[in-house]
């Protein structure tokens, strides 16, 4: 079963536009959730952690226990965004392993 | 300031070679992980290390087999490679704890023919 939903595949929206790419876990206890990012010909890289409740590159992601979800959201997209994200979760794993979503691939049209 | 190095970028094998894909890292991390990644499917755990001579199964190990002789260093090993595994491989490391999350290297392209 899958443990970490990305529903979308792709989701494409125009520069200036709100983005949300939806991120759901099926863990019941209380998983720390990461989105990691990979623009192209890139190394997959960390974006935004749970457990830090930052800000980065404008996207942030809140933690909804009631619906088990971890959307990640920007309120104004830019090209430069455009990438595959992945949501990813621990699942309270004490070996340190993530479960990764099967991601979603974002475009921004100019 | 590359941390986590994956030995080859391209590999073209034939079906039946035995490959090694080979991950360093200078991070002193406790932890490394190889994932492969394909389209749709995401990323799916293979293996995993948390020390130097541990190792896990991960969702897919079939076909695979690893090695961590030192710390700094985990090998994935296709012991008779086969076009279902034609692949792009990411190998991860990460801290005892993993609050800081997975440093990724930049992945091998294995294409098996």
């Known amino acids: 079963a899958q443990r970490v939903t990305q529903p979308e595949k792709l989701l494409s929206v125009f520069k200036g536009a709100p983005v949300e790419l939806k991120c759901n876990y099926s863990?019941?206890?209380?998983?720390?959730l990461f989105w990691y990012v990979q623009y192209s010909r890139q190394r997959l890289q960390l974006l935004l952690r749970?457990?830090s409740r930052e800000s980065i590159k404008g996207f942030t992601a809140d933690l909804n226990k009631g619906e088990t979800s971890f959307h990640l959201k920007k309120p104004f997209a830019q090209e430069e965004d455009s990438a595959m994200y992945y949501c990813?979760?621990?699942?309270?794993?004490?070996?340190?392993?993530?479960?990764f979503g099967r991601g979603t691939q974002l475009t921004v049209w100019p | 300031d590359v941390k986590v190095t994956q030995s080859s970028r391209y590999l073209v094998k034939r079906t039946g070679e035995k490959v090694f894909l080979e991950c360093v890292q200078d991070?002193?991390?406790?932890?490394m992980f190889w994932y492969r990644q394909d389209p749709g499917l995401g990323l799916r755990l293979i293996y995993f290390?948390?020390?130097?001579?541990?190792?896990e199964k991960g969702d897919i190990p079939e076909g695979y087999s690893v090695s961590r002789e030192k710390k700094e260093r985990f090998s994935l090993i296709l012991e008779s490679a086969s076009t279902n595994q034609t692949s792009m491989y990411l190998c991860?490391?990460?801290?005892?704890?993993?609050?800081?999350?997975?440093?990724f290297g930049s992945g091998t392209r294995l294409t098996v023919v």
């Open positions: 991860a490391s990460s801290l005892g704890t993993h609050w800081d999350g997975y440093t």
């Open positions: 863990y019941s206890g209380s998983p720390e």
């Open positions: 749970h457990i």
């Open positions: 990813a979760s621990d699942r309270g794993s004490t070996l340190g392993r993530l479960y």
């Open positions: 991070m002193d991390h406790e932890n």
């Open positions: 290390s948390y020390d130097v001579k541990m190792k």
